[in-house]
């Protein structure tokens, strides 16, 4: 700090110690094109001297950006949303930018008018998406009207207009109802999502096709919906395993609903994975803490919240420039099959290997 300034030092400080016009040095601090090197070396060398710290009005001063991003998401429950967040808030800091985190009820009738009334307010340079609110056709409607970039995270379907990041859940279900059918598994129970969430169809879609693919029939009675979270998963698996021909695996669409079924599972005395095989999704912390530890796929979160930044600050580089004609960029990130101690063979094939052996062994 220079000397006699007993004050934290102003833009302005900068400006005239510089020689330069407050939006030049806006401009050297957001790391804009078309200033000189002199300019730029006697705004970072005032900059310097007088120990200026950038604060985000003065950051926004050059005209065009707030220096924001929103995350606009409608289900705060789990911890989907926040590893999201997390993701975004690592890449934000990255590139200078702050996070505000905005619920949104997509169920409103005034869902419009609110969403315009919010992006007025903000002054928002971005926007990124999580269900329900990426598939709301309202929200992005008045985004593309606000000219916003934004990103949808884990869309129903790609669209053009919009870019995108997701994996490819319903291959990955695919998978994992493949590996309990593998495992001699034909009755195997089904617990749905949250209907608002692409990822339940998805989801669900793939578990389908896998058993169609292996000829066996999906029994409608071995179907529940829940909504994602635990307690919505409890009354679901009590009447999976109240009957009396009941499942010998059960697949519940996220591990919060699974570790619902392993708690209600060992409520009523059954041995696991020796009476039940359970599988998740996503494969959250609490996966590993399970007892037994749940076989799931490893959904890349907190990198999809980053690949949505990433995109988003994509696009701010190319402002200026000619409009692209190329259809807007979607990110399929890698998942993976976690093989843990929830799964086994069914009962009944874990029964006639046992005979087997023991009529070997005689």
Do not use: W
């Amino acid at each position: 700090m220079t000397e006699g300034m007993d004050r934290k030092p102003t833009i302005t400080d900068v400006a005239r110690l510089a020689n330069v016009s407050i939006k030049t040095v806006s401009r050297v601090i957001n790391g804009e094109r078309y200033v000189t090197e002199d300019m730029q070396t006697r705004v970072r060398k005032a900059v310097a001297e007088l120990g200026f710290h950038p604060n985000l009005s003065a950051r926004s001063l050059a005209g065009d950006r707030s220096f924001l991003i929103a995350h606009l998401y409608g289900d705060p429950s789990g911890t989907y949303t926040s590893d999201i967040q997390a993701g975004l808030l690592n890449r934000c800091r990255e590139h200078g930018y702050h996070l505000l985190i905005e619920e949104i009820d997509y169920s409103s009738p005034d869902i419009e008018q609110r969403s315009s009334t919010l992006l007025h307010q903000l002054r928002l340079d971005g926007v990124v998406l999580t269900a329900p609110v990426t598939d709301n056709e309202i929200v992005q409607r008045v985004l593309e009207r606000a000219r916003i970039p934004h990103v949808r995270i884990t869309p129903q379907r790609e669209s053009d207009a919009s870019p995108s990041v997701r994996i490819d859940e319903r291959e990955a279900a695919v998978k994992l109802t493949q590996h309990l059918l593998s495992l001699g598994h034909r009755r195997i129970g089904f617990i749905k999502g949250s209907p608002n969430h692409a990822a339940t169809e998805l989801r669900y879609s793939g578990f389908c096709t896998a058993m169609e693919e292996a000829g066996v029939e999906i029994e409608s009675d071995l179907l529940e919906k829940g909504r994602f979270t635990y307690a919505s998963a409890v009354p679901c698996a009590r009447r999976l395993l109240a009957r009396d021909d009941r499942p010998t695996a059960i697949f519940a669409s996220n591990d919060e609903m699974a570790a619902a079924v392993i708690a209600v599972a060992v409520e009523q005395g059954l041995t696991l994975p020796r009476d039940l095989s359970i599988v998740g999704f996503d494969d959250t912390p609490m996966a590993q803490m399970l007892s037994p530890a749940l076989t799931t796929v490893r959904h890349p979160v907190r990198e999809m919240g980053e690949a949505a930044a990433d995109i988003l600050f994509a696009a701010f580089a190319q402002r200026g420039q000619a409009a692209s004609t190329s259809p807007a960029p979607h990110r399929v990130l890698p998942y993976e099959i976690i093989l843990r101690q929830s799964t086994s063979v069914a009962p009944a094939q874990a029964a006639a290997a046992k005979k087997a052996a023991t009529k070997k062994a005689r």
